[in-house]
């Protein structure tokens, strides 16, 4: 009886052990059938209803403020630039090959819809203010997959996005990260159509190259330092990317990409060591609901080859594979049709800010641009690497950390 007794607690306490980084050392392949399942499972209920235009009737809307007219664009923007360096691989007789010709149809019949004006899922671009936050974040995703995306487009839908994004330039943005909302657009329009308003792309990219820049990696968001995860969630992303598009078309002060590169490498080795061997990470900041998104440089970092040398793709992989892990662990991540709820990990909505809501939650997907990169990638390819918090809390060998100029 006693003996039973004790195998029932030791079972039990087994079982309520929490999750670690290193309890599961799945293989680069097991790694990312998990992110790609996780991937299809929070795009499928806005690709198909935005396919379908559906999505304005059937999304909810969850919120402590009042945004529910551009929630809608906001879901669309935020999943297709997270989710567009996978489709950009594009199809081919492999299961997950299959599966992305199959996103690949459901997002590109949904853009349509979503530019078309007498479509029933119609979005708002033009409106202020939060309508040039995901025209930039759906254009910044049309840069990601400029083959499987802006390519498989039919005239008339290449024709409406540009109008649409257009549009956004009604909006005058305010002097912080959203001066790169602005710069992307036109960076994607410059990239797609060969002009664009050079004063408009050049503005946001001048003040954080000259005023903004802080030290070790890390911009003010507009004059002021601010402790949260925008350097990850917009700064540098969209900062690299509209630096590649200026040098791709010769546009003078496109020289900055290769200290801009220093720095987004260095900002990823940052976000690296901030996942603890749980798979956790600090919750600072405001827009800490979405999610694993506080990752999307450390994946640019990976996606684009840029992650410095101490910094070994694979521990980059099973790092952010912890993290997705933990915080999608809850069923009350998603409602009974399968939307994301507003929360940090399950359903939180007294986490949120009043500007936070069902769309916006979407932007988790900027933690999966990775999976851009093919599965012959050392990122995925290699074997299961302990990340900088694993190593050190084990009393390994770990490199000290320095900072840059």
Same mark, same amino acid.
């Given at each position: 009886?006693?003996?039973?007794?004790?195998?029932?607690?030791?079972?039990?306490?087994?079982?309520?052990?929490?999750?670690?980084?290193?309890?599961?050392?799945?293989?680069?392949?097991?790694?990312?059938?998990?992110?790609?399942?996780?991937?299809?499972?929070?795009?499928?209920?806005?690709?198909?209803?935005?396919?379908?235009?559906?999505?304005?009737?059937?999304?909810?809307?969850?919120?402590?403020?009042?945004?529910?007219?551009?929630?809608?664009?906001?879901?669309?923007?935020?999943?297709?630039?997270?989710?567009?360096?996978?489709?950009?691989?594009?199809?081919?007789?492999?299961?997950?090959?299959?599966?992305?010709?199959?996103?690949?149809?459901?997002?590109?019949?949904?853009?349509?819809?979503?530019?078309?004006? @007498?479509?029933?899922?119609?979005?708002?671009?033009?409106?202020?203010?939060?309508?040039?936050?995901? /025209? /930039?974040?759906?254009?910044? %995703?049309?840069?990601?997959?400029?083959?499987?995306?802006?390519?498989?487009?039919?005239?008339?839908?290449?024709?409406?996005?540009?109008?649409?994004?257009?549009?956004?330039?009604?909006?005058?943005?305010?002097?912080?990260?959203?001066?790169?909302?602005?710069?992307?657009?036109?960076?994607?329009?410059?990239?797609?159509?060969?002009?664009?308003?050079?004063?408009?792309?050049?503005?946001?990219?001048?003040?954080?190259?000259?005023?903004?820049?802080?030290?070790?990696?890390?911009?003010?968001?507009?004059?002021?330092? &601010?402790?949260?995860?925008?350097?990850?969630?917009?700064? &540098?992303?969209?900062?690299?990317?509209?630096?590649?598009?200026?040098?791709?078309?010769?546009?003078? @002060?496109?020289?900055?990409?290769?200290?801009?590169?220093?720095?987004?490498?260095?900002?990823?080795? !940052?976000?690296?060591?901030?996942?603890?061997?749980?798979?956790?990470?600090?919750?600072? %900041?405001?827009?800490?609901?979405?999610?694993?998104?506080?990752?999307? /440089?450390?994946?640019?970092?990976?996606?684009?080859? !840029?992650?410095?040398?101490?910094?070994?793709?694979?521990?980059?992989?099973?790092?952010?594979?912890?993290? !997705?892990?933990?915080?999608?662990?809850?069923?009350?991540?998603?409602?009974?049709?399968?939307?994301?709820?507003? @929360?940090?990990?399950?359903?939180?909505?007294?986490?949120?800010?009043?500007?936070?809501?069902?769309?916006?939650?979407?932007?988790?997907?900027? %933690?999966?641009?990775?999976?851009?990169?093919?599965?012959?990638?050392?990122?995925?390819?290699?074997?299961?690497?302990?990340?900088?918090?694993?190593?050190?809390?084990?009393?390994?060998?770990?490199?000290?950390?320095?900072? !840059?100029?």
């Amino acid at each position: 009886m006693r003996n039973s007794l004790k195998i029932a607690v030791l079972i039990l306490c087994t079982i309520c052990l929490p999750f670690t980084g290193n309890a599961q050392q799945a293989t680069g392949k097991e790694d990312r059938a998990f992110w790609v399942e996780n991937l299809t499972r929070i795009a499928d209920p806005v690709l198909v209803n935005l396919s379908n235009n559906t999505l304005k009737k059937n999304m909810p809307y969850e919120s402590l403020g009042n945004r529910h007219r551009f929630s809608h664009l906001e879901a669309v923007g935020r999943l297709v630039c997270g989710i567009a360096p996978w489709l950009e691989l594009g199809p081919d007789n492999t299961p997950e090959g299959k599966l992305r010709e199959k996103y690949i149809d459901l997002t590109v019949k949904g853009l349509k819809n979503a530019v078309n004006p @007498g479509a029933p899922d119609y979005l708002v671009f033009g409106e202020p203010s939060q309508p040039l936050v995901d /025209a /930039a974040f759906l254009a910044q %995703g049309l840069l990601r997959a400029p083959k499987q995306l802006w390519g498989n487009l039919d005239p008339q839908a290449k024709e409406w996005m540009i109008t649409e994004l257009k549009r956004s330039r009604n909006i005058k943005p305010f002097e912080s990260n959203w001066l790169l909302f602005a710069s992307t657009v036109e960076a994607a329009l410059l990239e797609f159509t060969g002009e664009c308003d050079m004063e408009r792309m050049l503005y946001g990219v001048k003040k954080f190259r000259d005023e903004w820049y802080k030290g070790d990696a890390m911009y003010g968001d507009g004059v002021d330092f &601010h402790m949260d995860y925008y350097n990850s969630f917009v700064i &540098h992303p969209m900062l690299t990317d509209v630096l590649v598009v200026m040098k791709k078309h010769g546009i003078e @002060g496109a020289d900055f990409l290769d200290t801009q590169l220093k720095r987004h490498a260095r900002y990823a080795e !940052i976000l690296e060591r901030f996942i603890s061997p749980e798979g956790s990470f600090p919750v600072v %900041g405001r827009s800490i609901c979405y999610r694993f998104g506080a990752f999307h /440089a450390l994946g640019q970092a990976a996606l684009m080859h !840029i992650l410095p040398e101490r910094v070994k793709p694979a521990q980059v992989r099973c790092a952010l594979t912890s993290v !997705i892990r933990r915080q999608l662990e809850s069923p009350a991540n998603f409602d009974k049709n399968g939307w994301l709820r507003v @929360g940090f990990t399950g359903e939180q909505i007294e986490i949120s800010e009043s500007y936070i809501n069902t769309g916006s939650v979407y932007l988790c997907a900027f %933690g999966l641009v990775p999976l851009g990169l093919p599965e012959t990638d050392e990122f995925w390819s290699a074997p299961y690497t302990e990340w900088t918090n694993v190593k050190a809390w084990n009393g390994e060998k770990v490199q000290a950390d320095h900072a !840059i100029k």
